[in-house]
């Protein structure tokens, strides 16, 4: 009788062990799961539709376009903890081809540092503001995330300068069913949230800083100017 309790007994425990377990596991995943929202923005003008799916950190967005204005999805619910690795798959059915695609990231205002930001722009929309480098909301520029784009070999970034943008450049995608996949890394802290990624192709107002060769190359010419003009006189 005492061994057939006491096996009862064990039992019962490996059970409860089992069921605390799983009830740990339950909690740990809910601590750590990512309740990010995304939809489509009151300002957009340019994407007719939008679906999207999150795994982790991994945020895939599908885009379809038909119209050449801004696009705007506005996020929410990003854990300030993480950087999320974005990938855009964006279909142009806007009947023009876009030879340049620019990211731009637009916070609320209201926070302290907001005097940073640059002057607004005419694609801002009431309520949000450029974002600067001091505000926690930016591509991460620092991570090991990559840049990239399936249709354009170059880009152009800055956080520096009142505005966080990612655009690409030097490409074509075709504006009757063209395709392009485009992927950079996104964080924010709860103080700027929700956020707005504002979409703007063909329509890059940003430009690179000079490199050092061209920097000499337009020196070189400024003394090629002024030893003519010495020796005209």
Not at 76 to 84: G, M
Not at 105 to 121: F, K, V
Not at 131 to 140: A, E, M
Not at 145 to 157: E, G, K, M, V
């Amino acid at each position: 009788m005492y061994k057939t309790v006491n096996m009862a007994y064990r039992k019962g425990m490996a059970s409860l062990k089992r069921y605390l377990m799983i009830f740990c596991l339950v909690v740990l995943a809910a601590s750590t799961a990512h309740s990010v929202t995304i939809s489509l923005h009151s300002s957009n003008l340019g994407i007719s539709s939008m679906s999207w799916s999150i795994s982790g950190t991994n945020i895939r967005i599908w885009e379809n376009w038909t119209s050449r204005r801004v696009g705007t999805l506005l996020m929410n619910e990003f854990d300030r903890r993480y950087n999320y690795s974005i990938t855009t798959y964006i279909t142009n059915n806007t009947a023009a081809n876009w030879v340049y695609f620019a990211n731009e990231l637009l916070d609320p205002p209201g926070q302290p540092n907001d005097t940073l930001d640059n002057r607004t722009m005419p694609w801002v929309p009431a309520g949000f503001t450029h974002s600067n480098d001091l505000d926690g909301l930016d591509f991460v520029r620092s991570s090991q995330i990559p840049r990239t784009s399936a249709a354009f070999d170059s880009l152009i970034a800055d956080q520096q300068t009142g505005k966080d943008f990612v655009d690409f450049i030097s490409g074509t995608v075709s504006g009757f069913g063209g395709l392009d996949t485009m992927a950079f890394g996104l964080r924010a802290n709860r103080s700027n949230q929700p956020f707005l990624l504002a979409q703007r192709p063909n329509m890059v107002t940003e430009a690179p800083n000079p490199e050092p060769t061209t920097l000499i190359l337009f020196g070189l010419g400024l003394a090629g100017l002024a030893a003519r003009a010495r020796f005209r006189k």
